[in-house]
């Protein structure tokens, strides 16, 4: 099983002056360790079940900028960007711009949204999740058109396009990953089945799990997919320095049914030690697990 390091808290000794180097060291840390994935969220307001809103949060794709700047070979994306928080055709622009900068390292994670308290604040719409559904599904095909041969219109029900020109074209091949995250299993995972290269499913228990797997699969067969070429990722699951082995061993359960990747967040005051610690104790078990 592969590792993801996944920063949400910005609210650290110092304030705003010490989350730049924190930011920068641990993203520097996650890849000497040898994580696969580092990822930020993609939010305006911090999370209430974090913090709260008056805490600090940073604008996702700027902070993956500066930690492409900071890294050269592990993988970057938003764990995930809600469909409302930016104009599809713009998103595909960014997310292209980073992997263009970073030498093809971004890959695009990407949900239905959910947090209304920062949209109301910051006079940004927010419909109903029918619609919200609607929108991820016409703004990931956008994002594939945008990526493909064709720069011709888009027409959808809520996404009109005249002209779907993205230049430079990205550099990872043949596009950058697509990533849903969330666990709905009428309609989140049907998307998935239907578009994404990987999911992120939250990592509730391993019952849990598997009874999300069986759903994707079978959304897998009415779309004539094949489920193994769905990559299964997972975020949380436990206490990873607080009780190892207890984490260790809901991580085994979890390569079992064919999770290969989970999200660990740093917890307390020096996250950079936190992703060294990971590295040292957890990693060296973590990867030698897989699939029964």
């Avoid at 009428?186 to 990987?198: F, G, H, M, N």
């Avoid at 598997?210 to 949380?236: F, M, N, Q, S, W």
């Amino acid at each position: 099983m592969q590792l993801g390091i996944h920063f949400p808290n910005f609210t650290l000794p110092g304030g705003p002056e010490a989350i730049a180097p924190a930011l920068a060291g641990s993203a520097r840390a996650a890849e000497e360790i040898g994580a696969t994935w580092f990822t930020l969220m993609d939010h305006w307001f911090q999370m209430e079940s974090l913090a709260t809103a008056h805490d600090p949060m940073l604008e996702g794709y700027t902070g993956l900028g500066f930690v492409a700047g900071q890294t050269s070979t592990i993988e970057l994306g938003l764990m995930v960007t809600g469909v409302t928080y930016r104009h599809p055709g713009l998103l595909a622009k960014t997310v292209t711009t980073l992997d263009v900068l970073s030498g093809g390292r971004a890959f695009l994670g990407i949900g239905a949204a959910w947090y209304e308290r920062e949209h109301l604040g910051l006079g940004v719409p927010f419909p109903p999740i029918a619609e919200r559904f609607e929108r991820l599904e016409e703004a990931i095909r956008i994002c594939e058109q945008m990526w493909s041969d064709d720069d011709g219109p888009f027409e959808g029900a809520h996404y009109r396009l005249a002209e779907t020109i993205c230049e430079p074209r990205p550099l990872r091949r043949p596009r950058p990953p697509i990533v849903i995250g969330g666990s709905g299993e009428r309609k989140t995972l049907r998307l998935v089945a239907q578009y994404a290269d990987a999911c992120n499913l939250f990592g509730a228990s391993p019952e849990e799990v598997e009874r999300k797997l069986e759903v994707l699969a079978a959304h897998c067969d009415a779309v004539d997919r094949d489920p193994a070429t769905i990559r299964k990722t997972v975020i949380g699951g436990g206490d990873p320095l607080g009780d190892p082995d207890e984490f260790l061993g809901r991580m085994d359960a979890y390569a079992r049914l064919g999770i290969d990747l989970v999200e660990i967040s740093p917890t307390g005051p020096d996250p950079e030690g936190f992703v060294r610690r990971i590295g040292e104790t957890i990693l060296p078990r973590l990867v030698e697990m897989g699939p029964a």
